[in-house]
């Protein structure tokens, strides 16, 4: 029987996808630019820890791995309602595809005593959604992803989720301790209260976790241990269309019979 | 394996497909990927290995003979129905680290991302997450192209030191083979490693209605947010066209349509001539999906909707006005010659 859990969640920092510009000179996208933010999808992770505290009691503790500057979406989720954050940062980090991202969060999750860790369903930056099933891999703990819904059972050490599957639903019951996935979008993110505000802004400090202090040897994080390396990037020239705005049905009817589209 | 997980890469050869199958049907993503791999395996001239997983599914290995595999591996056992990430994960690893694969592709379905890493992160292999292109170049080495970016980039990811070398793949990108019937291949058992007693998780429920196929579509009619939940104006100007329907991700979360029909970056890649986007406000992640259209029309009341810059023809109007009017004119027009399928 699992009583006051600690729900560890998954939090992000990536470019404002709505903010991310186009380079004068080039034509294409402009990410540097574009100011930091929190992973959409983990404010959906977020919620989801926040409700089952709600229902569970417990705590919430939010963590990222990042540069020290990550510390903003740390104080985002301190001021929506987490009650303690964690920032993993290290330059042995550098460099590190799922595999260490996935050991590096794994390793943090021990450290906090977690009974649940909640992400996102993918970032919108690297998008591979391949870090919660990697964290319950390198734990060997069970994972629900693409979750709707959870329904705690700890009498029973069961963490019961919806997930969404193609063409529909099912009901899955996982052993605790385990590592959820929310799907993006699945619930309505609360607002932040102005008192946990001026609480993250002025005197939160997060805990800091090196490899060291999670007992991680250089060879097993960052680029070292990272199986996959990009051999090259090409920039995909943008689909040519036509644009046109019609003013009317009947001359959008008339645009499309050139089209050949409608005969 | 050495300590960081590197391996001497000549040891491994042959390209593995996972045919995704639940209940006996399978996704149309793994016709996909057999098709597409066989071109690596001409290449590298090494043998097409299928990997079925599930209770009874000799048709199954069957049918994946029939669509290109030379081989087919069988993990036959009730504890793989329905598909739960543990027990598939722990026995495709266990086949991965003892017949030692040069490449693993795994469509990109919720079950294919949901397992890949519990094969990957135990054997230590590259995992390289959605892509749209694959090759090898001349060393055998896997390209897995993978747009970046918001679709602005393709990004090339390679495994060096690393085996297998695994990849989840989107589906719709890539053309289903025909299945020949006279093909030959072997099929063999091979020995079921799960036990019932280890596993972490038990499906209670699980209900799965419409799978339907979009990506073959020839017309498509796409409905998102600005449908409000009523789809009658979209599904009227669908049968005008004699399209299929379509859907943003945002139309799908709301409930007002099943997920087996959302395009984009998390749905599906589609082809089809005429594409019509009907209140979508031209998300990179919706748009990813439908680039591969011919012409793609948007109807939207606002003028500035992103939508427009990635349609061809557009309409600026209220799509409760626009959709019917449409259909009428197209109807009274006979410009489309409806079939019934
Ligand atoms: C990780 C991740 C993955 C994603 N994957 C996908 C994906 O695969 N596919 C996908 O589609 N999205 C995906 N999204 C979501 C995407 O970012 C957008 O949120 C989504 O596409 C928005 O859907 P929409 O344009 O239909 O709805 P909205 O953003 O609500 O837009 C509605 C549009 O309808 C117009 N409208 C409103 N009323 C009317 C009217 N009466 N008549 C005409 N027009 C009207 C509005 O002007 C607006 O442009 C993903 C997001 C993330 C973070
Ligand atoms: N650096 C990170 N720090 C904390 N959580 C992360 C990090 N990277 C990924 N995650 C979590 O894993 C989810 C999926 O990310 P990804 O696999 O990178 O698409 C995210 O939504 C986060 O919840």
Redesign the pocket.
């Known amino acids: 029987m699992t009583t006051d859990p600690t729900i560890v969640?998954?939090?992000?920092?990536v470019p404002d996808d709505d903010e991310v510009g186009i380079d004068p000179d080039t034509g294409h996208l402009d990410r540097a630019s574009a100011p930091a933010v929190m992973?959409r999808?983990?404010r959906n992770?977020l919620e989801a820890a926040l409700a089952l505290r709600d229902e569970t009691g417990g705590e919430v503790l939010a963590?990222?791995?990042?540069p020290p500057t990550?510390t903003d979406v740390l104080e985002t989720a301190v001021a929506l309602g987490c009650d303690d954050a964690a920032l993993?940062s290290d330059r042995k980090f550098a460099g590190?595809d799922?595999w260490p991202?996935?050991l590096?969060?794994a390793a943090a999750a021990e450290a906090l005593d977690a009974d649940v860790v909640?992400?996102?369903?993918?970032?919108t930056?690297?998008?591979?959604?391949?870090?919660?099933p990697?964290?319950a891999a390198h734990l060997g703990w069970a994972q629900l992803t693409y979750v709707e819904a959870l329904e705690p059972e700890l009498e029973d050490d069961t963490l019961v989720a919806i997930r969404d599957v193609e063409g529909g639903h099912e009901v899955v019951a996982a052993d605790l301790p385990v590592v959820v996935?929310v799907a993006y979008g699945e619930n309505e993110p609360r607002a932040a209260g102005l008192h946990r505000k001026l609480y993250a802004e002025n005197e939160f400090e997060p805990l800091e976790l090196s490899a060291d202090d999670l007992g991680l040897d250089e060879n097993e994080v960052g680029m070292d241990a990272s199986p996959t390396e990009v051999g090259g990037m090409e920039t995909v020239e943008p689909v040519e269309r036509e644009r046109e705005v019609a003013d009317d049905v009947d001359d959008l009817l008339a645009s499309l019979r050139e089209t050949e589209v409608l005969a | 394996m050495s300590d960081d997980g590197t391996v001497d890469v000549d040891e491994y050869s042959d390209v593995w497909v996972f045919v995704e199958s639940h209940d006996g049907d399978v996704m149309n993503v793994s016709w996909e990927l057999l098709n597409e791999a066989s071109i690596l395996t001409e290449q590298l001239g090494e043998d097409l290995v299928a990997l079925v997983v599930g209770e009874g599914c000799d048709d199954v290995a069957e049918a994946a003979i029939e669509r290109g595999a030379d081989r087919a591996l069988v993990a036959d056992d009730p504890v793989f129905e329905p598909y739960r990430a543990d027990p598939y994960g722990e026995q495709f690893r266990a086949l991965v680290e003892k017949r030692k694969p040069a490449i693993v592709l795994i469509g990109g379905t919720h079950t294919g991302r949901d397992f890949a890493g519990r094969v990957a992160v135990p054997a230590h292999a590259g995992l390289t997450?959605d892509c749209t292109e694959i090759d090898v170049d001349e060393d055998g080495l896997l390209q897995a192209r993978r747009p970046a970016f918001g679709g602005n980039v393709l990004a090339t990811i390679l495994c060096k030191d690393h085996r297998p070398q695994m990849a989840t793949i989107r589906p719709g990108v890539f053309e289903a083979s025909d299945p020949d019937p006279d093909r030959e291949g072997e099929i063999e058992r091979v020995d079921v490693v799960v036990d019932e007693a280890d596993t972490m998780s038990a499906v209670r429920e699980r209900e799965v209605g419409d799978t339907a196929d979009i990506t073959e579509a020839d017309r498509i009619v796409a409905v998102g947010g600005g449908c409000d939940g009523d789809l009658e104006p979209a599904r009227r100007l669908a049968d005008a066209l004699d399209a299929d329907l379509a859907a943003s991700r945002k139309a799908v979360d709301e409930g007002w349509i099943e997920g087996a029909r959302q395009v984009g970056q998390t749905g599906k890649t589609v082809r089809p001539d005429l594409y019509v986007a009907v209140g979508i406000s031209g998300a990179v992640q919706h748009v990813e999906g439908l680039n591969d259209s011919g012409v793609v029309v948007a109807i939207n009341n606002d003028p500035n909707a992103p939508i427009f810059e990635h349609a061809d023809y557009g309409i600026v109007g209220d799509l409760f006005e626009v959709c019917p009017d449409l259909a009428e004119r197209i109807d009274a027009e006979g410009l489309v010659e409806v079939t019934n399928d």
Not at chain 1, 63 to 66: I, K, L, P, Q, W
Not at chain 1, 118 to 123: A, D, I, L, Q
Request: hydrophobic residues 35%; charged residues 15%.
């Open positions: 969640v998954g939090v992000k920092q992973n999808p983990d992770a963590m990222t791995m990042g990550a993993i590190s799922t991202t996935s590096t969060l909640v992400c996102g369903e993918e970032t930056d690297s998008s591979t959604g391949q870090v919660p990697g964290i996935a | 997450a």
